[in-house]
């Protein structure tokens, strides 16, 4: 079994979630990503040689530091594409291939980490979209595939992988596609998301999910 490191790239816990501002307060979106962390770390530790966390945030680094991970501090201003390099960079000397997932995908589930790294012994490349188009997991070798991360990013990095001559699976998932962005994903949380660090503390903050017949499917209010 080839040797996997997962890298979890942070943005800074001021700039969390600015588009559910309508709906959560600052305090509570810096709570919010912490929940969603911590998912997303309990689902892949057991799957993984290590987890890397990358961030230029200080709060974040100390937040983790708790939680059996690496800390890894960003070097220079850079975009997340940039960060992920540098991470990519720190763990090619330690392993052959990285599982990269976002902070902020709290339904990823631990069966679903193992499947992804049994299906890389086949497929170099492993990934998994996110409902938008972009890329909520990608399982890639620490050589040659260049980081895609940004809008439409699930089929730039499919592109990628052609270019290089990697062979690539897609692993379509319910679960992995949701990240959260608006109140609507919140709603899918409530309802998906049982046993999670995140649909715990949405619940202490009072909110609940009712069905909606408007535009969108969910809607999240208050108590």
């Not at 902070?103 to 012994?121: C, F, N, T, Y």
């Amino acid at each position: 079994m080839k040797k996997t490191l997962a890298i979890i790239p942070v943005s800074r816990f001021s700039q969390a979630k600015t588009r559910l501002s309508p709906t959560l307060s600052p305090l509570e979106r810096e709570n919010l990503l912490k929940s969603m962390l911590t998912d997303v770390i309990t689902a892949i530790k057991n799957n993984v040689d290590d987890i890397v966390v990358i961030s230029s945030d200080k709060d974040v680094l100390n937040f983790v530091n708790d939680l059996d991970v690496t800390c890894l501090p960003e070097e220079g201003e850079t975009d997340l594409n940039g960060a992920l390099s540098q991470a990519v960079e720190w763990c090619s000397q330690k392993a052959s291939q990285v599982l990269i997932v976002p902070s902020d995908v709290p339904l990823i589930h631990p069966d679903q980490v193992q499947e992804m790294v049994e299906l890389s012994q086949k497929w170099p490349v492993v990934i998994a979209p996110a409902k938008g188009g972009g890329t909520n997991a990608l399982l890639c070798p620490t050589k040659d595939v260049q980081m895609k991360f940004g809008d439409w990013s699930f089929f730039e990095h499919l592109k990628e992988a052609e270019n290089v001559g990697v062979p690539w699976y897609i692993y379509d998932s319910f679960y992995l596609s949701l990240d959260v962005n608006t109140a609507e994903d919140l709603g899918e949380v409530m309802m998906h998301g049982f046993g999670t660090e995140t649909r715990k503390f949405l619940k202490s903050i009072g909110l609940v999910v009712r069905s909606n017949h408007g535009t969108e499917r969910l809607r999240v209010e208050r108590k």
